[in-house]
């Protein structure tokens, strides 16, 4: 498994009966978690210490409980800084176990030994392109919502990046791969994080399972010649890290080379020292 082990701002201090007890930065939170389904005690005094603590609603969706959390707060992954706010249906501004993929990508990046034009889609509020920015990068991050994006920016600012080679577009990413194929664009790095499940701009519906595979063999027609990697991310049940793999084989290997990997990404439990996994990815990259 791929664990993001290098968090100071952030640790899953506990896991028990479907929670888990997280610090994010000084304060402490609740959520629920799917994966949780072992019923072991809860030791931390941080379950009885929490700012704000999620409860799922048996028919769907839940609400929070807070005591003592500000309405949004700042907290740090190496030199980026993230503004976090407590989202209705539980998330906070960011998935901690995706600085795994950033860190990799960073790498890949760094190591070209020349610029690279980066395609972030589906991008929420910027950790990819953050990331890929401070490595040297240039960047189009694409998200269907504006209010995303404008978070994104607002990160973008707090972590020094305001005048990074960051291109920042509201679009359906789908329409937006299709008009980069029709003006020949091409991109040394794509990486995307595709929903469950969503709608287009028009009412059209994405469902990950149906429409991924044909995603990607689209999004391949931008992807330039000597490109340096290809990520892909899923936290749906059933798109396992072989599935992962398996597409972007078929999809990258027989045009491009190169090689791909795949596997659960996690994060690392303080009070037991095992794994909480939290999703999968699949990375092609050129050799």
Partial sequence: ????TDWNDYEVLETAA???LERWGQYLLVRPDPQIIW????????WSQRNGHYHRSAKGGGEWEFSGLPEEWTIGYRDLRFRLKPFSFKHTGIFPEQAVNWD????????????????NLFAYTGGATLSAAKAGAQVTHVDASKGMVNWAKENADLSG?????????????VKFVEREIRRGNTYDGIIMDPPSYGRGPKGEIWKIEDNIFSFLELTAKILAKDAAFFLINSY????????????????????????????????????????????????????
């Fill in 161 to 173: 990046l305001s005048d990074a080679p960051i291109r920042w577009l509201v679009d359906d990413c």
């Fill in 1 to 4: 498994m791929w664990a993001a």
């Fill in 104 to 119: 990799w990508c960073s790498e890949k990046i760094r190591a070209a030994g020349r610029p690279l034009k980066i395609l």
């Fill in 236 to 287: 749906t049940t059933g798109l396992q890290p072989a599935v992962l793999a398996y597409m972007l084989h078929t999809t990258l290997v027989p045009k491009f080379g190169g090689r791909v990997l795949a596997d659960e990404i996690g994060l690392p439990v303080k009070a037991d020292g095992l794994i909480l996994p939290c999703g999968a990815s699949g990375r092609w990259e050129q050799l």
């Fill in 18 to 20: 479907g929670e888990k």
């Fill in 39 to 46: 019923h072991t005690a809860q030791k931390h005094p941080g």
